[in-house]
């Protein structure tokens, strides 16, 4: 077990989680869209910390962070398509699967073996600062136990990976508090992974194995059961509401969906704390970036696999 330091985001925290990072150990990390946990995607050794942190299956694979397509490019091939979508939303919560270039430094492990990669730019400053003070690509699940509730606090990350990690860089609440649209690009075609915070107007491919992070059907869980679409509360659960549902909290009383994804992972961990037994959730409309918040909440309301 390690002594896993909690910095406030600022010159002195970056410095420590770069030089932690060089010394190929992974840290905490906050991003737009949920804390991630950062290690140096070239170094095969650092990533399987990562998986060994989370627990996570080594067939699941990894989002490398870049700090701009210049350096996206030198790792994966890039189409027109592919770089349109880059120039638009980069920096931002959009990951694009592409396929891995010949010769690229990125460990293995991070792709998982398959013949893609998955690269985003995130938007947030603190990742922003990581990325350049390291000068490498960093590959950063988000920073919880492999199939968890994601983390969009520090006191989350730490309540999930303290005693694992040496440090968590402290940047407040994230803004989406949702993970990244994942979308595949190859030979013209787009395909959607994962929803997310952009809406790209696509619907979601049929997973035939796992090509991206986000995909497991179990995934994103808390360690009570979770009952969906719940008009209102059993006796044994904590019911989190959205627009007319009230609730014992909820993720909107205005019913902005916006703020439903916002709010979503955060009323999650919440909700496990409390006494009661079971979690439901009220119904939240499939719209916009209300289909990723419903599937999230479907993958969290999944069954486990034995022994998760």
């Known amino acids: 077990m390690v002594q896993t330091k909690v910095l406030p985001y600022g010159p002195a925290a970056i410095a420590e989680a770069a030089r932690l990072i060089g010394g190929g150990q992974p840290v905490a990390v906050p991003t ?14 650092a990533v399987a910390l990562v998986y060994e942190a989370k627990g996570r299956p ?29 120039q638009l939303h980069w920096p931002g919560p959009l990951t694009l699967v592409l396929p891995l270039r010949r010769g690229s ?16 730019a995130p938007a947030h400053p603190a990742m922003r600062e990581l ?3 390291c ?25 999930g990976l303290g005693g694992r990690i040496p440090l968590i860089v402290d940047g407040g609440p994230t ?4 993970e990244s649209t994942i979308v595949a690009v190859a030979r013209g075609k787009l395909r959607l992974l994962r929803p997310g915070p952009i809406d790209l107007g696509l619907s979601p491919a049929r997973a035939e194995a796992v090509e991206a992070p986000g995909q497991l ?15 209102e509360r059993e006796a044994d659960e904590w019911l989190i509401g959205f627009g007319q549902v009230a609730g014992d909290s909820t993720l909107s009383a205005g019913g902005d969906l916006v703020e439903a994804a916002a709010c979503l992972f955060d009323r999650l961990h919440e909700a496990e704390r409390q006494p009661r037994p079971r979690i439901a959730v009220a119904p939240v409309p499939a719209r916009g970036i209300g289909a990723a918040v419903n599937d999230r909440l479907r993958r969290a309301a999944s069954p486990r696999p034995a022994g998760s």
């Open 58 to 86: 080594s067939f699941n694979p990894l989002i490398v962070h870049v700090r701009d397509i210049d350096q996206a490019i030198g790792l994966a091939g890039f189409d027109d398509q592919a770089l349109a979508l880059a």
């Open 32 to 45: 737009e869209t949920v804390y991630g946990l950062a290690a140096d995607a070239t170094d095969g050794a």
């Open 105 to 120: 430094a990125i460990a293995s492990l991070v792709t998982a073996g398959l013949p893609t990669v998955a690269l985003r």
């Open 217 to 231: 059907a179990s995934h994103y869980a808390p360690a009570k059961p979770l009952r969906l679409d719940a008009a």
């Open 175 to 178: 803004a989406h508090g949702i």
């Open 135 to 159: 000068g490498r690509p960093l590959a950063a699940p988000s920073a919880n136990a492999s199939g968890r509730i994601s983390p969009t606090r520090a006191e989350h990350v730490l309540a």
């Open 131 to 133: 990325l350049e003070a």
